[in-house]
Every structure is written in structure tokens, then in C-alpha cells.
């Protein structure tokens, strides 16, 4: 009965390769996110998707480009990995588009090494 | 823009003890606030938010927060603290219009039995 999962929990591969990170929600959420959350902890939000429009996209390289097939979906491909790509890559949902009251639910989380 | 600042890297606290974790907020019109908590190798679980009305609210796992608007503060507390509290804690914000969630630093908490 996972709510917000992703795959793969963990990824590890070279600089210079490309690979992409899958999230699902059976929450029946029509908005989901994706963040980024470094060495330190820090927690940044890089895109967000309502019905696979795109509605948030911060300041991101264009390397990182998220896919949304449907609404449940949400996948982040990233091409010419960096070492600074390294971190743990999380998931969200929300139920409503551009409410702020709406309380966010994470998946698990995928760690990126870059080697 | 919006931030968030948790002035406390780490919060000790012995077992039985009250917990209180500190934020303050800034934003632009009435703000949205959350709390989440973030165990080893985990995601992000949701505490609770304050939205509107009373300022002192309720969440998961026995945990409250106060909003204060003249402090602009929203901290996290607890009466009793458990070990099994020990994780690390992020505040949050939205503005009131957008779904653009701010995030702390983050404080980890680390309770002693």
C-alpha cells in the first residue's frame, strides 16, 4: 500500500553516463515534485508537474529533465552525470494544483552516487 | 522569496524530557507551515501544518506547534520525548498563493535514554 514510491533506492554510475529515476503515487494526486536534497542535508525543490504540465522549474541545469507519461508518474532523467549530482533525489505529491495548504507526501527517496 | 531558518543544528534532550525545535519563517502575505521529520535512510514524513485558526496545533506521534505571527515563528515541541524521536526535523513553508515549498536547514534531534 506504498503511497509514493521510487526506483531505484539506490544508484551508483560513472560521471559522463545518463540515467533516470522512477517515481509512482496511488494517491490520486493530480500534482507531483521533485527535490533534491544534497550532503548537507539541504532540501531543494528542482520541478513540479499538475496532470503532466509542467508548473515549477528552478534553477536547474537542463541535464535534469523530468517526464511525466500520466499523472501518477513523475521520472527524472539525467543526462552527463556530474559529480555534483550526488545526492538523494526525492518524490512527492500533492493533491491540488498551486494550493499551498496542500500538505506534500514524499517517497523513500533515491540515492545518486557519481563516481 | 521565502525562507526558513532553524537556528539549531542539533537539539539534545534526555528521554522523558520536553523537546522543542525552533523555527522562524519569512514570507510574503499569510504563511503555510510544516514540519516534517526525516528518519535514517528514509523520506520525508509529513507532522503536521498550520494553515489558519488556532495557533497551536496538533500532529502526529504527539508532537504540536506554535504559530507566533508577531515572532513569525512556527516551533515544533513535544512533552515527553521518546528515543525513538531521534531524527532530523525540517520546517517548511508555502506562500499563499503556489505550492513552492521553502525548507530549513534542518535540526536532528537526538534523545538520550
Known amino acids: 500500500d506504498t503511497a509514493v514510491s521510487q526506483t531505484p533506492k539506490y544508484l551508483v554510475t560513472q560521471m559522463g553516463n545518463d540515467k533516470s529515476i522512477k517515481c509512482e503515487q496511488n494517491?490520486?494526486?493530480?500534482?507531483m515534485y521533485w527535490y533534491k536534497q544534497d550532503s548537507k542535508k539541504f532540501l531543494k525543490i528542482m520541478f513540479s508537474?499538475?496532470?503532466?504540465?509542467?508548473?515549477i522549474n528552478e534553477t536547474v541545469p537542463n541535464r535534469f529533465s523530468p517526464k511525466s507519461p500520466d499523472k501518477a508518474h513523475l521520472n527524472l532523467h539525467i543526462n552527463s552525470l556530474e559529480l555534483g549530482d550526488s545526492a538523494v533525489y526525492f518524490c512527492?505529491?500533492?493533491?491540488?494544483?498551486?494550493?499551498?495548504?496542500?500538505?506534500?507526501?514524499f517517497g523513500p527517496g533515491t540515492r545518486l552516487t557519481v563516481l | 522569496a521565502q525562507s526558513v531558518a532553524q537556528p539549531e543544528d542539533q537539539v539534545n534532550v534526555a528521554e522523558g524530557n520536553p523537546l522543542t525545535v525552533k523555527c522562524t519563517y519569512s514570507?510574503?502575505?499569510?504563511?503555510?507551515l510544516f514540519w516534517y521529520v526525516q528518519y535514517p535512510n528514509r523520506g520525508l514524513q509529513f507532522l503536521l501544518k498550520?494553515?489558519?485558526?488556532?495557533?497551536l496545533v496538533k500532529g502526529s506521534y504527539g508532537f504540536e506547534a506554535e504559530f507566533n505571527k508577531s515572532q513569525t515563528s512556527f516551533h515544533l515541541k513535544k512533552p515527553s520525548a521518546l528515543v525513538s524521536d531521534s531524527a532530523l526535523y525540517f520546517c517548511?513553508?508555502?506562500?499563499?498563493?503556489?505550492?513552492?515549498?521553502?525548507f530549513g536547514g534542518g535540526t536532528r534531534v537526538l534523545v538520550k535514554p
Open positions: 508537474y499538475n496532470n503532466k504540465e509542467l508548473i
Open positions: 512527492a505529491s500533492s493533491q491540488v494544483r498551486g494550493l499551498g495548504t496542500d500538505t506534500q507526501y
Open positions: 514570507v510574503s502575505g499569510n504563511p503555510y
Open positions: 498550520y494553515i489558519t485558526g488556532d495557533n
Open positions: 517548511a513553508v508555502t506562500p499563499t498563493a503556489g505550492n513552492k515549498l521553502t
Open positions: 494517491l490520486g494526486h493530480d500534482t
